[in-house]
């Protein structure tokens, strides 16, 4: 099962984990600083003992030993994991543990000295202090103390110890905290998802983005895109189901009729009859449903437009001018191109501009040529712009359409009546919606020499 990823839990994540790791690295400072303070009190203490058994040695030693009193003294003085050592530079130990180790030797003017040392694998530290003899003046005694740092270690847990109730309360404050803050930031969405859900099925209008935060209006503005698109495409449905409704509802009937009177009068004269008709109007429909699939096809949405690719436009419209010169030879239509053979780049569908050019020539073969005294000609030409784009143009020499109705020419069904030719009325539309989506640009007009529809496309150059 696939589960969303929360935002929330997300927020969360990326706040707690930070703040976790700064209180660990607080607790490993304090810790520090705690060993630190604890270091500087245990080595002065340790340096005052040494100083007091200097002071307490000095005033009664002998010349290598110490006399009674001190050393009953001494024992008393120092604990039992503590040890001392009170060495003479001149006879050696005089008192204390004879195993302590022995400070590098220094003059009786230089100050303590601390040594880090094992015991039977115990760490402990040693102050050493140097002062003059007083019974042997060219003499120096070595006045040594030394402990185990256990308690320093033990001292500077205990503070850190001290300080993790206060730490675990702070963590806690601080998320509940972020909790809070997250939350209350979520909250700033709850307008958008509320206009969301409050929504009629059909509504396809854009979100009002008043009340949302700024951090989601890009999210905003691709729903908002999304919506404009899915409007369009609806349209375009309702329109594709109410045109095809149109278009094929009057030729059925026409069919039905047409079979209902060969049924009514079974003779062979009238069955034959309404057989013409029935080849008429079934031929009628099927280009009108082509007609309207290739409207469809030229609406779609521009993502459906995948076939759009580099190509050369002069080898394109060559070969469909070439495909289709036995067809206007056996019309008696003189069908030619003029244009360079190749090297037209433009960026398209090459099914929709040969559906372009199909409609163009199409409708030059049937209205060009219409009642043509002499040779019907029609040219399709593709030459090059000055704004290195290029303008194909298809041209006939026959009647032209009258000059009011010229505007009309590419509204969608718009026949000009009485040339006596059957067809949808959306040749033309469809060409300009094929041009629209190719960035061009068409212009219909009517020629005077040679007289004939002239229509041109005019492609802007290729973006660099
Ligand atoms: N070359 C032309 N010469 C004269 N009239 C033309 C020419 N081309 C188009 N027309 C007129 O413009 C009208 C619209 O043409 P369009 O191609 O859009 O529709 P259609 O040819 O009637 O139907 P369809 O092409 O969908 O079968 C035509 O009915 C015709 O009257
Ligand atoms: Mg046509």
Redesign the pocket.
């Known amino acids: 099962m696939i589960r969303n990823p929360s935002l929330r839990r997300r927020l969360l994540l990326f706040v707690a984990v930070p703040l976790l790791a700064v209180l660990v690295c607080g607790g490993i400072i304090n810790y520090v600083i705690g060993l630190h303070y604890a270091n500087k009190v245990y080595d002065r203490w340790l340096l005052d003992s040494a100083e007091a058994i200097g002071d307490l040695v000095n005033s009664d030693a002998g010349r290598n030993e110490l006399s009674d009193q001190a050393r009953i003294l001494l024992q008393f003085s120092v604990k039992e994991r503590n040890k001392f050592a009170v060495r003479s530079m001149r006879y050696g130990v005089l008192a204390g543990n004879q195993d302590l180790p022995q400070p590098s030797p220094k003059s009786r003017n230089a100050g303590p000295v601390f040594t880090n040392f094992l015991d039977h694998g115990l760490p402990m530290r040693m102050a050493s202090v140097f002062i003059a003899n007083k019974a042997d003046p060219g003499d120096v005694l070595v006045i040594s103390t030394a402990e185990t740092v256990n308690k320093r270690r033990a001292l500077a847990r205990e503070l850190l110890i001290s300080t993790v109730p206060i730490e675990l309360l702070l963590i806690v404050v601080a998320m509940a905290l972020v909790w809070l803050g997250i939350n209350h930031g979520l909250r700033a969405l709850d307008p958008l998802a509320h206009e969301i859900r409050m929504r009629e099925a059909g509504d396809l209008s854009p979100l009002r983005t008043i009340d949302a935060p700024l951090e989601v209006q890009p999210l905003v503005a691709t729903i908002d895109a999304l919506l404009g698109r899915l409007d369009r495409m609806l349209r375009q449905q309702q329109r594709f189901i109410a045109d095809a409704a149109h278009q094929l509802r009057t030729p059925l009937a026409g069919l039905r009729l047409q079979a209902e009177r060969a049924l009514a009068d079974p003779r062979p004269e009238t069955v034959r009859e309404a057989l013409v008709h029935v080849e008429r109007l079934s031929a009628g429909t099927a280009?009108a449903a082509g007609?309207l699939l290739a409207m469809a096809r030229a609406q779609a949405p521009d993502e459906s437009l995948g076939a759009a690719v580099p190509l050369d436009l002069a080898e394109l419209v060559r070969n469909e001018v070439a495909a289709r010169v036995p067809d206007a030879i056996a019309k008696g239509i003189d069908l030619g191109y003029h244009g360079p053979e190749r090297g037209m780049k433009v960026i398209g569908d090459p099914v929709l501009l040969r559906e372009l050019l199909g409609?163009l020539v199409?409708?030059?073969t049937?209205?060009?040529s219409r009642g043509h005294r002499g040779d019907a000609v029609i040219t399709v030409a593709l030459q090059p712009t000055e704004e290195s784009g290029c303008v194909l143009s298809v041209q006939?020499n026959?009647?032209?359409?009258a000059p009011e109705l010229v505007p009309r020419?590419?509204e969608r069904f718009?026949?000009?009546m009485g040339?006596g030719?059957e067809?949808?009325?959306?040749?033309?539309?469809i060409v300009r919606e094929i041009a629209e989506r190719h960035g061009a640009e068409l212009f219909i007009t009517n020629h005077i020499d040679p007289h004939?529809?002239h229509v041109e496309i005019r492609f802007p150059p290729i973006a660099a």
Do not use: E, K, M, S
């Open positions: 280009r007609q409609n199409d409708n030059a049937r209205y060009g006939d026959g009647p032209g359409v020419l590419g718009f026949r000009a040339n030719h067809g949808t009325g959306l040749g033309l539309a004939g529809l």
